[in-house]
């Protein structure tokens, strides 16, 4: 079972992001934080992820993957990935920032050698740079969490969570593609081999 001292372990020690690109005047949020709303004993997560791809399509609608891994027991690892798209336009939605309207969802998805859960939300980022940039410096102004799907043994330790942060990824079209896709048939496919009722 997979506690929240040894996720927030696991993301504290993971690689910093070594890419910085920021332009003159923008304001930072500081590092990425997932602090849960209830367990607020517990504290905050600070998930750095080393490995960070952004995509544009047709209409405007950037697409981020994040990604990092950190050793777990045994020789197997534990797989933090964050899936971010964000609208051109606003769309109808609710954050302390706009209460009309959000312009990003969130998926972030943990997988542990006991079991995977994921998590989905929405809220508010402000891109930094051009939607062209070879790096793009984005920031979570407010954002929600909470675990829509889980298998095996994955043990919830956030709960209903607020993420903020700032963070960069490098444009990518092809990686932010691949990487995403095959994020989601390895989820599907854990989370059926997870499945304590699978035989």
């Not at 950037?62 to 950190?70: D, I, K, V, W």
């Not at 706009?98 to 994921?118: D, E, H, K, Q």
């Amino acid at each position: 079972m997979m506690t929240f001292n040894t996720l927030r372990r696991c993301i504290v020690l993971a690689p910093v992001v070594l890419i910085c690109l920021i332009i003159s005047g923008c304001k930072s949020f500081g590092p990425l934080r997932i602090k849960p709303v209830q367990n607020t004993a517990s504290g905050e997560l600070r998930p750095q992820f080393p490995t960070a791809y952004y995509r544009v399509s047709r209409d405007g609608t950037c697409y981020f993957y994040l990604q990092t891994s950190t050793p777990a027991r045994a020789g197997q690892v534990i797989r933090q990935i964050a899936l971010i798209r964000v609208f051109w336009r606003p769309v109808p939605g609710e954050t302390p920032i706009l209460p009309t309207a959000i312009n990003a969802t969130f998926r972030y998805i943990v997988i542990t050698p006991s079991g995977a859960g994921i998590y989905s939300g929405a809220g508010f980022i402000r891109l930094h740079n051009s939607r062209h940039a070879r790096v793009m410096h984005a920031s979570i102004v407010d954002g929600s969490l909470h675990l829509i799907s889980s298998s095996g043994y994955f043990h919830d330790p956030l709960g209903p969570a607020r993420i903020t942060g700032d963070f960069h990824a490098l444009r990518s079209k092809e990686k932010t593609i691949s990487l995403s896709l095959q994020t989601r048939r390895e989820f599907f496919l854990k989370t059926f081999q997870m499945r304590p009722d699978h035989h």
